[in-house]
């Protein structure tokens, strides 16, 4: 049995989805909808012409009814975050581009487990929970599994060292206020403030201290450095939501920093943010309260505080 997914959306983003979920073979059909038909039908025949050398796969473009009996849509449908404007700016039209969407795709794929991706991602993932009527489970945001991919990168190119032995997160907002816990961050099982000494006294007098504010800092600006340079990130981002629909295929769980809705974890409710989720074929299977210093709790809350405060200014 296939599996089959919608990407609502036809844009840089949504395109690269259904492009990287082609190549990779992770789909057997592709639905892809977009207000903009024509690009919709452009994007769908590009990528289709290409499928013989894949896995087989039919892609199309369609109308919301041809969701049905989805496994998995992918929401990308959204204004498009300009150089210098945050993501929180762009909170009440994306919110109401969303809550257009919502009724007409939950009308044909009910069942399906919902991968939010526009921005800003964490609002939108709050939306769908207080207006979509579906299993808290089944809704899942991007959240800062971009992010996150984004500090493997750059400890793995720091360090020298396969991002496969880099086990670092970032937790809370997909924005300004996301933060790395330190405390979880490791190499190869070392703890990462530990590993330099660890090296040979050679290869130790090579590489300078790791300093965490300078690697947050990178993380936190890159998606912006990015739009500067070339108008739009979309190839990261795409291969991180497809790395999300694998595990949920996989039938293995697996453990990322999805945004999800938070019942009391490190005295946080009533908000969407990253800290780790357990993913299966349900969706979200649990959520895992890693040990975090207290200081890491603080930053934590002061993430939950920031979206909270944008929450409460906007019209759902």
């Known amino acids: 049995m296939g599996n089959k997914i919608t990407i609502i959306g036809s ?18 059909e592709i639905v892809m909808i977009d207000i903009n038909v024509d690009k919709s039908l452009g994007e769908a025949l590009d990528i289709r012409q290409g499928t013989p050398f894949c896995a087989p796969c039919s892609i199309y473009a369609g ?3 041809d969701a049905k009996d989805s496994d998995v849509v992918i929401l990308t449908s959204g204004m498009a975050r300009k150089p210098g404007q945050s993501r929180l700016d762009l909170a009440q039209a994306n919110v109401d581009i969303t809550g257009q969407i919502i009724p007409q795709i939950t009308k044909f794929a009910p069942d399906a487990i919902y991968i939010i991706v526009a921005n800003p991602v964490d609002i939108l993932t709050y939306q769908f929970h207080q207006i979509s009527g579906l299993p808290e489970n089944h809704i899942i945001g991007s959240g800062t599994v971009l992010d996150t991919a984004r500090l493997r990168a750059r400890l793995s190119e720091y360090f020298s060292i396969s991002q496969q032995n880099v086990h670092a997160y970032v937790f809370g907002e997909h924005g300004d ?12 099982n070392i703890p990462i403030d530990e590993y330099r000494d660890c090296l040979s006294e050679k290869d130790r007098q090579l590489l300078p201290p790791l300093v965490h504010e300078e690697v ?11 739009i500067q340079r070339k108008g739009a990130t979309f190839y990261a ?10 595990c949920i295929f996989s039938g293995m769980d697996t453990t990322m920093t999805v945004s999800a809705m938070m019942h009391g974890e490190y005295g946080i409710s009533g908000v969407c943010l990253s800290t780790l989720s357990v993913i299966g074929r349900d969706g979200v299977n649990g959520r895992i309260a890693a040990p975090l210093e207290d200081d890491e709790v603080a930053k934590l809350r002061k993430s939950a505080d920031a979206l909270h405060s944008v929450i409460s200014q906007l019209k759902f």
């Open 177 to 188: 206020s996301s933060f790395v816990p330190w405390s979880l961050a490791n190499i190869s």
């Open 216 to 226: 947050e800092d990178y993380i936190r600006k890159s998606g912006g450095k990015i």
């Open 63 to 65: 109308g919301y009814e």
């Open 237 to 246: 981002i795409a291969i991180s939501v497809c790395h999300i629909c694998k």
């Open 11 to 28: 844009g840089s983003v949504g395109s690269t989805i259904a492009y990287t979920l082609a190549v990779q073979g992770t789909a057997s």
